[in-house]
């Protein structure tokens, strides 16, 4: 397997930052506070405890030994999110799977995104500014888009207008979280496109996407030759399958839209008169909640 080189140290003079009392951040408005918001810094595990009021008490064992063993590999792909409690003292608000893990295979440390008092307003600013660096890989972009959504608690619409990008776009950015942690960082590394990720995360089964990852790297296939291999993967093999009639130009335009709006595999049906259906999956009650309101704010 080819794997992918952890990108450069983060966070590490952030983190000497931080343990300098006399300097203590403790909000928005203290000095050098906008060096901690948005960005990433390396903590150490002992400063960081868990959050009593978390509703998640359980974590499955055998899941967390393989989430383990990637991080050990890989590194941390994602950071996880603290609240600031006191000097060097931290409580967690988000990514206990990914600390948890960090602790099993004896990490001192763990990338982190640092909520302060009052940064809510400077939070917001610095990631929609960091999304319009040049310098940035896919997989950034998308880690900036999903701290806007969830921690600044803004809508893909909103997002939309915030950064001047579509919502189409936006939603293609986060799509990419979803593929494998080894797929993720070859494409941080820059052994993979963002054209590559778009065609891999259409594949569901994720050691299928390792193969064809491993097939990208071994045969430095362009972004078409990984579609038309996503497509035999996808591809029934037997000769006695159904041939599915084509949809019409304007039918598949718009479910090729709509999949990417609603991030869900939506499909489309068209009779002969002309009359048709849109039916769109989800995965559970919160899936179908969040494309309902995506539905919601396009009126």
Do not use: C, W
């Not at 296939?221 to 037997?238: M, Q, W």
């Amino acid at each position: 397997m080819a794997k992918a080189t952890k990108k450069q140290a983060l966070g590490r003079g952030l983190s000497a930052l931080l343990k300098d009392p006399a300097n203590d951040i403790q909000s928005a408005k203290d000095k050098n506070a906008d060096k901690v918001v948005g960005n990433i810094v390396e903590l150490e595990l002992a400063a960081i405890e868990v959050n009593p009021f978390q509703p998640r008490t359980s974590f499955n064992e055998e899941s967390l030994r393989e989430l383990a063993s990637s991080i050990k590999e890989l590194g941390v792909i994602q950071p996880i999110t603290v609240r600031k409690l006191g000097f060097n003292n931290y409580q967690l608000v988000s990514g206990e799977r990914r600390f948890r893990a960090s602790k099993l295979i004896g990490l001192d440390s763990i990338p982190a995104y640092i909520r302060i008092a009052n940064d809510q307003e400077s939070l917001e600013m610095a990631l929609v500014e960091n999304i319009q660096r040049q310098d940035l890989d896919p997989i950034e972009i998308a880690l900036s888009y999903q701290r806007l959504i969830e921690e600044v608690q803004v809508t893909q619409e909103e997002l939309s207008d915030r950064v001047g990008k579509n919502r189409s776009t936006i939603a293609n950015y986060l799509r990419l979280l979803k593929l494998d942690p080894i797929i993720q960082t070859g494409m941080r590394d820059g052994f993979i496109s963002m054209g590559h990720g778009r065609a891999l995360i259409n594949v569901e089964d994720l050691n299928d996407q390792l193969d064809i990852y491993e097939k990208i790297l071994g045969n430095k296939l362009s972004v078409r030759a990984t579609e038309a291999l996503v497509r035999s993967y996808k591809s029934p093999t037997d000769s006695d399958a159904p041939v599915k009639k084509a949809l019409p130009t304007y039918a598949n335009k718009a479910r090729r839209e709509l999949t990417d709006i609603l991030d869900s595999n939506v499909a489309v049906k068209v009779s002969k008169s002309g009359k048709g259906q849109f039916v769109v999956p989800f995965k559970n009650k919160e899936d179908f909640n969040r494309i309902l309101g995506i539905l919601k704010s396009e009126k």
